[in-house]
């Protein structure tokens, strides 16, 4: 007759190697990313202080592709520009000038608005496209 061999099962074994190295990663990560006491940076934040008064009207220009220019609704020419701006950034403690260009104004005529406004006072300046 047949005689059939039985064979002796393995015991299974897990590998516990892998296992290790996620749970080492996992520590390395949680390490890396907790926040100490000591570790941030101290901020001094405004305490939230209105001013007391008004904010100072900050001047538009505005310049068309035409070649027309507009100061605070006032239609002006690139020589009165200069006369105009003085008056108006003459008595303010911020010098900023809003300057709102069409996309399709000629790159020299906003050269040339820009260059008017720095002889005229203006110190800092907002550009609009």
């Given at each position: 007759m047949?005689?059939?061999?039985?064979?002796?099962?393995?015991k299974?074994?897990?590998?516990?190697?892998?296992?290790?190295?996620v749970?080492f990663l996992?520590l390395i990560?949680?390490?890396?990313?907790?926040?100490?006491?000591?570790?941030?940076?101290d901020v001094?934040?405004?305490?939230?202080i209105?001013?007391s008064s008004?904010?100072?009207?900050?001047s538009r220009l505005s310049?068309?592709?035409?070649?027309?220019?507009r100061l605070n609704?006032?239609l002006?020419?690139?020589?009165e520009l200069a006369?105009?701006?003085?008056?108006?950034?003459?008595?303010?403690t911020?010098?900023?000038?809003?300057?709102?260009s069409?996309?399709?104004?000629p790159?020299d005529?906003?050269?040339?608005?820009?260059d008017?406004?720095?002889?005229?006072?203006?110190?800092?300046?907002?550009?609009?496209?």
């Amino acid at each position: 007759m047949f005689q059939i061999e039985t064979r002796k099962k393995k015991k299974f074994k897990t590998d516990l190697a892998p296992l290790i190295d996620v749970v080492f990663l996992l520590l390395i990560f949680f390490m890396l990313t907790f926040a100490t006491p000591g570790q941030g940076m101290d901020v001094n934040l405004p305490n939230g202080i209105a001013p007391s008064s008004s904010p100072e009207r900050i001047s538009r220009l505005s310049i068309h592709k035409n070649g027309t220019f507009r100061l605070n609704d006032d239609l002006v020419t690139l020589g009165e520009l200069a006369e105009k701006l003085k008056t108006e950034l003459q008595g303010k403690t911020n010098k900023i000038l809003e300057i709102e260009s069409d996309p399709e104004t000629p790159y020299d005529l906003f050269a040339k608005a820009l260059d008017v406004a720095r002889q005229s006072g203006a110190k800092d300046f907002s550009i609009i496209m």
